[in-house]
């Protein structure tokens, strides 16, 4: 069955990065997509980008645009989501989850705190 | 940017429909997919272009897609059904938006 595992959560300070890795099984990860989508508490579902495991092209939301950089590691079946110049407003879940058109499967979330 | 406005909550019966409403400039141009979401859980893909039930989702619901607004229709709603739900829309130009999302209570 497909599986999307994330990594644990993370409390950052302000102006840090954090990276998010999201690993795959269970299907061929390079034939999807995989989209990165985050919530903040209370708050509504805010899609930040895709990457075509495949080609390793990607498409940022221009919310996100400068900011995140999503990335893939085939060998590892492994995606990756990393949010620079953090702020407290940065501080919500973030999803992985595969699909093209719709996401299909969704990883566990991971919870990023930002906080001095 | 693209927005997609839904109204914040609805309220139904055990057993009666559903009808939850999402709306964008020229929506029906674009596919449309639907997600519930239960507190504390990852969201679940229930409607995918415009219309169609991924495996596993109940034929209780279903999708619409025209002119600006795509509908979100569940048909003997059950208590289980209560949950957030948010449209996406999504093509070429756009890339991806969710909607502001809907809480259905069921009463």
């Known amino acids: 069955q497909v599986q999307l595992v994330q990594s644990g959560a993370e409390v950052k300070k302000p102006g840090a990065s954090v990276k998010v890795s999201c690993k795959a099984s269970?299907?061929?990860?390079?034939?999807?997509?995989m989209h990165w989508v985050r919530q903040a508490p209370g708050q509504r579902l805010e899609w930040m980008g895709w990457?075509?495991?495949?080609?390793?092209?990607?498409k940022y939301s221009q919310e996100f645009q400068g900011r995140v950089t999503i990335t893939r590691d085939t060998s590892a079946s492994t995606a990756y989501m990393e949010l620079s110049s953090l702020r407290s407003e940065d501080t919500a879940v973030y999803y992985c989850?595969?699909?093209?058109?719709?996401?299909?499967?969704w990883g566990q979330g991971t919870l990023v705190t930002v906080s001095s | 940017s693209y927005e997609l406005t839904q109204p914040p909550s609805v309220s139904v019966s055990p057993g009666q429909t559903a009808s939850i409403t999402c709306s964008g400039d020229?929506?029906?141009?674009?596919?449309v997919c639907w997600y519930q979401q239960k507190p504390g859980q990852s969201p679940v893909l229930v409607i995918y272009?415009?219309?169609k039930r991924p495996s596993g989702i109940p034929e209780r619901f279903s999708g619409s897609n025209s002119g600006n607004t795509a509908t979100l229709t569940v048909s003997g709603t059950q208590a289980m059904d209560e949950a957030d739900y948010y449209c996406?829309?999504?093509?070429?130009?756009?890339?991806?938006?969710f909607g502001t999302g809907t809480k259905v209570t069921v009463l």
């Open positions: 996406q829309a999504w093509d070429s130009s756009t890339s991806y938006v």
């Open positions: 272009q415009n219309s």
């Open positions: 990457i075509n495991a495949g080609s390793g092209n990607t």
């Open positions: 269970g299907y061929t990860f390079t034939t999807y997509a």
């Open positions: 020229k929506l029906g141009d674009k596919y």
């Open positions: 989850g595969r699909g093209v058109g719709g996401v299909d499967n």
